[in-house]
């Protein structure tokens, strides 16, 4: 008997660890700053990127380093994914690192909370110099009365395309396509090559795109602002997609990470029954996708397919800094954020590769160092997005996510047949307006 | 005066006692206890991570009867459970008794076979599994070896992704087998002598000496494991995280979603309740059975 409860115990114990789990996660994730005694200062920067931003963001912080001795950095750095989980747990155990890469879409939840320090007093007494930034940039990290992060760079959704096939095959891309226009193009790639066509997989964004078109908000504060027959079109892309063979099967996304630059099929899967021909990203991913392509494959940059792509483009903060609530240090934090906003060395390092400097000295003096693909996403967004965009919609709420997770479920369930479009655009309608008011 | 009376009380027998569990104590009370205290607080508050929690009663808790989700992944998590861990143990059974002969060469066989259980629920390995499964990946490549030329998305099908994970656990044999290899060794041999000099088969010693004896073992195997098997979580989240259609979806990818994906943390913490109230039953049940078929005389 003796034995039999020893071993319950020992079972139970294993039990707690599950329930532990939830409420003691965060200690893996940031620290907050520490000081030592002679006066050294760590700091944790934290951002989600890829190969090539960590490596040129490390740069960046090593420079700073050299320029004020006893600073220190630790950087930490996730897929998008895994770093909004690792942020929230961390801002749970108040242990938020000292300056956070944030974005258009999480920024309301975390200012809301309280979980960002108010940069307005660091702008005003000249520690972050915005002299030459403009006002609009600046004012896109508002939330309320105070500016919670400082924007690093303007972007733009923006479709990649594997060139040197259609090339090849003498299929040639224009801008600002029509939906119907890049359908015909998916079934002629199809057709001629047998490459597919990966319709933003795993993309929260693409259905706001696409709703755009047609005047609807997916993502309003308290609903979803989108009328069943738009979401019907929507699903039935795919529908059809399956169905005429061009777009690529869902299976090939249970072996890759999602939202991986270095793992999206356009690059990494050569195959073309697993390869797709384009890759819905954005401008800031170019120069990650380019060196993430295989050798030979030319990459070319166009926009998103849409109804109407004028009225559903926009541009957009690339992503911010914050400093969070948790520094003990956020002095020291804004200091780094003028630098990186304002020193000319830092940006010859990280070269636009969030996006193009918001100092417009500062990227007038960068450009010469600029490689071959920033100029292009230089042009791109000066010439093809800028006149022919609306502005983005506000930014989504917290129970947001809950819906990117239902809409994820909903274009599976349809590319494997289980449900049709229309039940689709009825179902995205039943749950996710419940998750939006809850 | 005060000195002396401090070290009356480390003089006593039960301060020793008390001093050296101290460690094991704090690391109960710290890491186990009030974390549980603070997921039960939780589980009865709304709460998104973000701001402070507030409390909402049971909310939570009857929540979940409305949520179909919630099913799917208790549904996939038995599944799971109830298909992988027999035929671990049935595997590890197997190899245990093959590796019973002591030659000189049984050392390193014991030592490879328990190499999967040490790694095996590493992410590396995880990432290798999904490499393997992957279109292009090992098992296609070796099936076109024998002439079978496929490229089946086995982690892409809903009927054969749980099976990748199921074969994952089996694969993972080793602890299991190692603690069956030491109470076979346990066995008289006596027994078996006697037996033969009765005429008995070797299956019929097997399944008349070696197996009732080994019923204990079976027992604590399969308790331990059936835990292990319900709180599975790195297999799923990052081979197939929870793909396709949430039919890989075990219960606690399902948790750590709802607790730090959609910042329903309350929520998730309840479901954490949920499920040491389910593998409570789950091992009480095994309990309940234990005295029909489990042979404790020893030996």
Same mark, same amino acid.
């Given at each position: 008997?003796?034995?039999?409860?020893?071993?319950?115990?020992?079972?139970?114990?294993?039990?707690?660890?599950?329930?532990?789990?939830?409420?003691?996660?965060?200690?893996? &994730?940031?620290?907050?700053?520490?000081?030592?005694?002679?006066?050294?200062?760590?700091?944790?920067?934290?951002?989600?990127?890829?190969?090539?931003?960590?490596?040129r963001t490390q740069a960046a912080l090593d420079l700073y380093s050299e320029q004020n001795p006893g600073v220190t950095f630790d950087a930490q750095f996730a897929e998008y994914n895994d770093y909004w989980n690792k942020l929230a747990t961390a801002s749970a155990g108040n242990a938020l690192p000292d300056i956070v890469q944030m974005d258009y879409s999480y920024l309301e939840q975390y200012a809301s909370n309280g979980l960002l320090v108010d940069l307005t007093p660091y702008i005003e007494n000249g520690t972050i110099k915005t002299d030459n930034v403009?006002?609009?940039?600046?004012?896109?990290?508002?939330?309320?009365?105070?500016?919670?992060?400082?924007?690093?760079?303007?972007?733009?959704?923006?479709?990649?395309?594997?060139?040197?096939?259609?090339?090849?095959?003498?299929?040639?891309?224009?801008?600002?396509?029509?939906?119907?226009?890049?359908?015909?193009?998916?079934?002629?790639?199809?057709?001629?090559?047998?490459?597919?066509?990966?319709?933003?997989?795993?993309?929260?964004?693409?259905?706001?795109?696409?709703?755009?078109?047609?005047?609807?908000?997916?993502?309003?504060?308290?609903?979803?602002?989108?009328?069943?027959?738009?979401?019907?079109?929507?699903?039935?892309?795919?529908?059809?997609?399956?169905?005429?063979?061009?777009?690529?099967?869902?299976?090939?996304?249970?072996?890759?990470?999602?939202?991986?630059?270095?793992?999206?099929?356009?690059?990494?899967?050569? &195959?073309?029954?697993?390869?797709?021909?384009?890759?819905?990203?954005?401008?800031?991913?170019?120069?990650?996708?380019? &060196?993430?392509?295989?050798?030979?494959?030319?990459?070319?940059?166009?926009?998103?397919?849409?109804?109407?792509?004028?009225?559903?483009?926009?541009?957009?903060?690339?992503?911010?800094?914050?400093?969070?609530?948790?520094?003990?240090?956020?002095?020291?934090?804004?200091?780094?954020?003028?630098?990186?906003?304002?020193?000319?060395?830092?940006?010859?390092?990280?070269?636009?590769?969030?996006?193009?400097?918001?100092?417009?000295?500062?990227?007038?003096?960068?450009?010469?160092?600029?490689?071959?693909?920033?100029?292009?996403?230089?042009?791109?967004?000066?010439?093809?997005?800028?006149?022919?965009? &609306?502005?983005?919609?506000?930014?989504?709420?917290?129970?947001?996510?809950?819906?990117?997770?239902?809409?994820?479920?909903?274009?599976?369930?349809?590319?494997?047949?289980?449900?049709?479009?229309?039940?689709?655009?009825?179902?995205?309608?039943?749950?996710?307006?419940?998750?939006?008011?809850? | 005066?005060?000195?002396?009376?401090?070290?009356?009380?480390?003089?006593?027998?039960?301060?020793?006692?008390?001093?050296?569990?101290?460690?094991?104590?704090?690391?109960?009370?710290?890491?186990?206890?009030?974390?549980?205290?603070?997921?039960?607080?939780?589980?009865?508050?709304?709460?998104?991570?973000?701001?402070?929690?507030?409390?909402?009663?049971?909310?939570?808790?009857?929540?979940?009867?409305?949520?179909?989700?919630?099913?799917?992944?208790?549904?996939?998590?038995?599944?799971?459970?109830?298909?992988?861990?027999?035929?671990?143990?049935?595997?590890?059974?197997?190899?245990?008794?093959?590796?019973?002969?002591?030659?000189?060469?049984?050392?390193?066989?014991?030592?490879?076979?328990?190499?999967?259980?040490?790694?095996?629920?590493?992410?590396?390995?995880?990432?290798?599994?999904?490499?393997?499964?992957?279109?292009?990946?090992?098992?296609?490549?070796?099936?076109?070896?024998?002439?079978?030329?496929?490229?089946?998305?086995?982690?892409?099908?809903?009927?054969?992704?749980?099976?990748?994970?199921?074969?994952?656990?089996?694969?993972?044999?080793?602890?299991?087998?190692?603690?069956?290899?030491?109470?076979?060794?346990?066995?008289?041999?006596?027994?078996?002598?006697?037996?033969?000099?009765?005429?008995?088969?070797?299956?019929?010693?097997?399944?008349?000496?070696?197996?009732?004896?080994?019923?204990?073992?079976?027992?604590?195997?399969l308790v331990m494991q059936m835990i292990q098997g319900f709180l599975a979580f790195t297999q799923s989240y990052i081979i197939t995280q929870g793909k396709p259609m949430n039919s890989t979806l075990f219960y606690t990818v399902y948790m750590y979603k709802q607790s730090f994906e959609f910042k329903h943390t309350g929520y998730g913490a309840a479901l954490a309740w949920v499920m040491l109230v389910i593998v409570g039953i789950i091992t009480w049940i095994l309990f309940a059975t234990k005295r029909f078929w489990v042979y404790e005389d020893g030996v």
């Amino acid at each position: 008997m003796k034995k039999q409860i020893s071993l319950v115990l020992a079972g139970m114990m294993a039990m707690g660890m599950l329930s532990a789990c939830d409420g003691n996660s965060g200690g893996t &994730s940031g620290e907050a700053t520490t000081e030592t005694s002679d006066g050294a200062v760590s700091l944790t920067f934290s951002w989600w990127g890829n190969q090539v931003r960590n490596e040129r963001t490390q740069a960046a912080l090593d420079l700073y380093s050299e320029q004020n001795p006893g600073v220190t950095f630790d950087a930490q750095f996730a897929e998008y994914n895994d770093y909004w989980n690792k942020l929230a747990t961390a801002s749970a155990g108040n242990a938020l690192p000292d300056i956070v890469q944030m974005d258009y879409s999480y920024l309301e939840q975390y200012a809301s909370n309280g979980l960002l320090v108010d940069l307005t007093p660091y702008i005003e007494n000249g520690t972050i110099k915005t002299d030459n930034v403009d006002q609009t940039i600046l004012d896109s990290g508002k939330s309320g009365d105070g500016i919670y992060a400082l924007c690093n760079g303007i972007n733009a959704p923006a479709m990649f395309y594997n060139k040197t096939l259609l090339d090849e095959n003498g299929i040639t891309i224009k801008d600002n396509m029509t939906m119907d226009e890049f359908l015909d193009v998916c079934r002629e790639v199809y057709e001629k090559t047998g490459y597919k066509t990966n319709l933003a997989y795993g993309s929260d964004a693409y259905i706001d795109y696409y709703c755009r078109a047609y005047d609807e908000i997916v993502y309003e504060s308290d609903s979803l602002g989108v009328s069943e027959s738009t979401l019907d079109a929507f699903y039935s892309l795919y529908e059809d997609g399956i169905k005429e063979g061009w777009l690529i099967d869902p299976s090939v996304f249970a072996e890759v990470t999602i939202g991986s630059v270095e793992q999206d099929p356009l690059v990494y899967n050569s &195959s073309p029954d697993t390869a797709s021909w384009c890759f819905l990203a954005y401008t800031n991913q170019y120069a990650a996708t380019k &060196s993430a392509a295989p050798e030979g494959m030319e990459i070319g940059i166009t926009t998103w397919p849409s109804p109407d792509p004028t009225k559903s483009d926009y541009l957009k903060p690339s992503q911010f800094f914050a400093i969070s609530s948790d520094s003990a240090n956020p002095d020291e934090a804004a200091k780094v954020l003028d630098f990186i906003t304002n020193s000319v060395e830092c940006n010859n390092i990280l070269l636009a590769e969030r996006g193009v400097p918001i100092n417009s000295s500062v990227s007038d003096a960068i450009s010469e160092n600029l490689t071959e693909e920033d100029r292009e996403v230089i042009t791109f967004i000066d010439e093809v997005v800028t006149p022919n965009c &609306s502005t983005i919609s506000p930014p989504a709420p917290t129970a947001a996510s809950e819906v990117y997770n239902l809409n994820d479920l909903l274009i599976e369930q349809v590319c494997y047949g289980q449900i049709t479009a229309a039940d689709a655009a009825k179902q995205m309608l039943e749950e996710g307006n419940p998750m939006m008011a809850g | 005066m005060k000195n002396n009376s401090i070290r009356k009380t480390l003089e006593k027998e039960s301060a020793a006692g008390i001093v050296c569990t101290l460690p094991f104590t704090l690391g109960i009370l710290l890491f186990i206890l009030v974390p549980m205290g603070i997921s039960l607080y939780y589980s009865l508050c709304d709460y998104n991570i973000l701001s402070p929690p507030t409390f909402v009663g049971l909310d939570n808790y009857v929540e979940m009867f409305s949520d179909e989700t919630f099913f799917k992944a208790i549904g996939v998590t038995f599944f799971y459970a109830l298909i992988s861990v027999p035929l671990r143990l049935v595997f590890a059974l197997i190899v245990a008794m093959l590796l019973l002969r002591t030659t000189r060469i049984t050392g390193f066989y014991r030592a490879a076979y328990y190499l999967p259980s040490i790694i095996g629920g590493s992410v590396a390995v995880s990432i290798l599994w999904r490499r393997m499964f992957a279109v292009d990946g090992v098992v296609n490549n070796l099936l076109g070896l024998i002439g079978i030329d496929t490229r089946f998305a086995w982690l892409g099908d809903t009927r054969t992704a749980i099976w990748t994970l199921i074969l994952l656990a089996v694969w993972q044999f080793g602890s299991s087998m190692l603690i069956f290899l030491s109470s076979l060794k346990q066995i008289p041999t006596t027994l078996y002598e006697a037996a033969r000099v009765d005429g008995a088969s070797r299956p019929y010693q097997f399944f008349h000496i070696t197996l009732p004896l080994l019923t204990p073992t079976i027992f604590f195997n399969l308790v331990m494991q059936m835990i292990q098997g319900f709180l599975a979580f790195t297999q799923s989240y990052i081979i197939t995280q929870g793909k396709p259609m949430n039919s890989t979806l075990f219960y606690t990818v399902y948790m750590y979603k709802q607790s730090f994906e959609f910042k329903h943390t309350g929520y998730g913490a309840a479901l954490a309740w949920v499920m040491l109230v389910i593998v409570g039953i789950i091992t009480w049940i095994l309990f309940a059975t234990k005295r029909f078929w489990v042979y404790e005389d020893g030996v």
